[in-house]
């Protein structure tokens, strides 16, 4: 097969890695992961990997927690270097060469965030994990997942999720609700189809970053979306 795609940037959830458990990380999950990227990287594709965290913590209501957002949010921060570490672990159990770069410094467990080096890793076939999300509070990973994409120049950000597309409505609520196979961003905004938070989605549309949101739960189907199968809905300008 013949990729579509020189380099992508995967969008993983935390809450993906979660499973079927209801906290933390399955690992049977991240297995599967690891050899669809592997798979990918194997046919040449560079790959860069923004991670989340919302399977450990997610920066909450202040009033709920009594703590502060900003506060929450570093916390959700480091629950995605979690989350990239175990995910590194397995990418070189299964046998591909990986780098994880944060965005908050902590020099023993990760290379700092430097937008040249991690260019140069995903050249050279390694697969650069992007913790830590943007680094800042009141920002989410599916922004960090735009901007490090942007910044390294990948072709398209492919947004693993549980459900395999963008619907007309809420296909678990509307049994009626249709697929689309490709989609404007403008529709999107008309049809008020939250693809992303806005933030994240406005960074896409302003520099032309095309969004394949797919069904990461599928084995096999990143491969698919890589060679340009109709898998997910396609979000571009
Ligand atoms: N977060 C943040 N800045 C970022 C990325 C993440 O403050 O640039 C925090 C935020 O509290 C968020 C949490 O980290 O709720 C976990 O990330 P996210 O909710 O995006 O993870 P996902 O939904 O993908 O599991």
Do not use: W
């Amino acid at each position: 097969m013949l990729p579509k795609y020189k380099r992508v940037l995967v969008k993983l959830s935390g809450e993906s890695l979660m499973g079927s458990n209801s906290y933390g990380l399955d690992p049977a999950v991240i297995e599967q992961y690891s050899r669809d990227i592997k798979e990918i990287a194997d046919l040449g594709v560079q790959v860069a990997v923004v991670i989340g965290g919302g399977n450990i913590y997610r920066g909450m209501n202040e009033a709920e927690t009594g703590i502060e957002r900003a506060h929450g949010d570093y916390m959700g921060m480091l629950a995605t270097v979690i989350n990239g570490m175990a995910l590194q672990a397995m990418l070189e159990k299964v046998g591909v060469f990986t780098r994880l770069q944060s965005a908050i410094k902590m020099e023993q467990i990760a290379e700092p965030y430097i937008r040249r080096r991690a260019i140069r890793h995903v050249e050279k076939g390694r697969v650069v994990i992007f913790g830590a999300g943007t680094g800042n509070p009141y920002f989410t990973t599916d922004t960090a997942g735009s901007l490090r994409a942007i910044e390294i120049q990948a072709d398209v950000i492919l947004k693993g999720t549980r459900v395999d597309g963008i619907y007309t409505a809420d296909p678990e609520k509307d049994p009626t609700a249709k697929k689309y196979d490709t989609i404007t961003f403008n529709e999107c905004i008309q049809n008020d189809l939250r693809v992303m938070d806005m933030t994240a989605f406005t960074l896409c549309k302003e520099n032309n970053l095309p969004i394949i949101v797919f069904d990461m739960n599928k084995p096999g189907n990143l491969m698919k979306v890589v060679c340009g199968e109709r898998v997910g809905t396609l979000v571009k300008g």
